[in-house]
């Protein structure tokens, strides 16, 4: 049996017969001749090849991508290897594609021994470093830039690039200590009298703890370890999405599709030896404490009071775990803002509260008083897959439409910002609420070709304007809903420059059921997550990599990060196939086009929009400079100027006018449930001081 969650096709796996499979089930399955790992590399890269979107030639060029990518990811920094051992390595950069049929490891298993040694050899000297007092006013700068830095030349060189790092790690951990306990954020005369030696010392010690958590816990890595990073160092080749799950890894995945694991609820990813976050959960303990962001690098994990645990170059899965934990449980988050300033989170472990991920509304009135906007919130194209009279998200979008054309709204605004996606069955449906009937988006398979997904129920729930709100997490399912309406003329896309740019679907394989069942003594093999199809919109155009572009860009703080599909490594092209047979809508042209034009006029005068605009480029300048100064003074200074912009962006915000809300009824079940009660109150404010939403309002009456 299948099923669909969008994204993510689920099967209970294939027998396959291509190449690399096959050698795999007539070979001797002898210890001797045959091991566990040579069956998983085997079974991985036989798959990819004969069920991926893409599949690739296996030859040389493609051992020098993968050499370079296993280099990335094995010294991520450059912190430990030296160019000695790199050009040792280098010299098995062509033999890849060989090992892979032949089921070696001669590179991951030279790789292991440079790096034990270079370990070994930093763990020596890391201490003497911590042992006497850092000069924080001297003008110096550390690169955290993969490709601005390069491998130490020899060990005295790399051990002053170990200096720049303890002091930079110190830096940070003064600087918080600086700030404990104040309300106010500290200056650069304050630094002046609270820089003490005894300060600093402690700072020294702070971080001379962590470094000796982090080499106990690089000399804890196992094979399996060592296994996955050398596979998904070459699986990222075919598309970032490809990954292979070792049998823990895969339970992870497990629960983090689930949305059942008791937590923060964050998606992480790790980039350039920082933890940073790529996504947080609606309903979940971090989106409702409403601090974390993402973009945002997780540098330190602290359990409630005790001492925080740097994780700056850690594993994901052991970061992973100093981050999760029991309901009810506090964990403290230091994080970096994508504009330089460092913050402590606090964060309540808990559940996710279903109620916060499903679709909620509210009416809002017009600033002239004379009509009522609708406006409905939609986190997730969620359905529950478990019972076929389990909630799903279209039945509850049509009954909160149903429920504000009750009361009276003629206008609608839909908002679908930090919507990752979800069922597409759903979105399918839900378009067919704004339009009468016709084709939603078109799916392209690398066997069967496309298939065109169509609204055939004639009619239409809701026919009057349509705004629809996105910004750069909205992916799949919401790009596949904001390309018909615009495609159909249907309604006005307000937000970011472009969506997410995800166009692709997955599909995981249980390698058990894969390889030969001669193999049952190495069992559990894992599973491998790979792209099978891709979506395109109704006039012929993929949502891969370009997203859906914003007929009316309203910039935030994060317009210019570099976010998205585009920017991953190795992500699948974007292209175009035959338009489908459909017909824009021509009566809402005009009203969208003026509606847009004004739109854009007044967020080209708006001061709010202007410093947003002010924000965002000051993120990516520091997005892109990756050059962290190691002088105190200018350090606070930056941070100052950081948190100067972002109190001038909260003043213009609470200057702007509050939305009007008129409070729809609540069924005699939600309004006896208090705390149902402060949830749709707590929401409604939100939405009151929202200077998006009150654009997308404007939009609306003048549609």
Known sequence: MKFSLFGFRFAPGYLLSYALVTAISCASSSKDDQTRDRIVAQTVFGTLQSQHFTPQQIDDAFSKKAFDAYLKNLDVNKRFLLQEDVDKLRQLELSIDDDLREGNFRLMRLAESLLAKRVEQVAGFYQDLLAKPFDFTANESIEFDYDKRRFAKDLPELKEEWRK?????????????????????????????????????????????????????????????RLSEFINSITHLYDPHTDYFAPANKENFDIQLSGKLEGIGATLSQKDGFITVANVVAGSAAWRQGQLKVN?????????????????????????????????????????KPEGTILEIPIVRDVVILEDTYARSTVLETENGKSLVGYISLPSFYVDFNRPDGRRCSNDVRDEIRRLKAAGVKSLVFDLRNNGGGSLPDVVRMVGFFIDKGPVVQVRSRTQGSSVMEDRDGGTLFDGPLVVMVNPLSASASEIFAAAVQDYRRGLILGSPHTFGKGTVQQIIDLDQVASY??????????????????????????????????????????????????????????????????????????????????????????????????????????????????????????????????????????????????????????????????????????????????????????
Request: hydrophobic share 35%.
């Open 165 to 225: 790092y303890e002091k930079y790690q110190t830096l940070v951990q003064l600087v918080q200590k600086m700030q404990s306990g104040r309300k106010n954020k500290i200056s650069t005369d304050s630094v002046r009298i609270l820089l003490t030696p005894e300060l600093e010392k402690q700072a020294r010690e702070s971080v001379g703890k962590s470094n000796k958590d982090f080499f106990k816990r690089m000399s804890q890595v196992n094979e399996s370890d």
């Open 296 to 336: 945002d690098q997780i540098l330190k994990v602290a359990q409630d009071k005790d001492e925080a645990v740097d994780v700056t170059d850690m594993r994901m899965d052991d970061a992973i775990k100093l981050i999760r934990g029991k309901k009810g449980t506090r964990v403290v988050l230091t994080v970096r």
């Open 518 to 703: 001669q193999y049952s003594a190495y069992k559990p093999l894992g599973s491998v997550k790979l792209t099978t199809q891709k979506f395109y919109r109704i006039n012929g155009g993929a949502t891969q990599l370009r997203g859906v572009a914003s007929d009316v860009v309203a910039p935030d703080v994060y317009k210019y990060i570099k976010y998205g599909e585009k920017e991953l490594d190795n992500a699948l092209p974007w292209d175009q196939i035959e338009p489908a047979d459909y017909k824009p809508i021509t009566s809402y042209a005009s009203a969208i086009d003026k509606a847009a034009a004004n739109s854009r006029n007044r967020i080209g005068k708006s001061d709010y929009f202007a410093m947003a605009e002010k924000g965002a480029l000051r993120m990516k300048t520091r997005e892109e400079e990756q050059n962290f100064t190691l002088n105190i003074f200018q350090y606070v200074k930056e941070a100052q100027e950081a948190e100067a912009d972002n109190k001038k962006m909260r003043q213009l915000g609470d200057a702007l006018p509050k939305i009007k809300i008129k409070p729809l009824a609540l069924d005699d079940e939600a309004a006896s449930d208090t705390l149902a009660t402060a949830r749709r109150k707590k929401f409604n404010e939100e939405v009151s001081k929202d200077a998006y939403i009150l654009e997308a309002l404007r939009a609306c009456q003048e549609m």
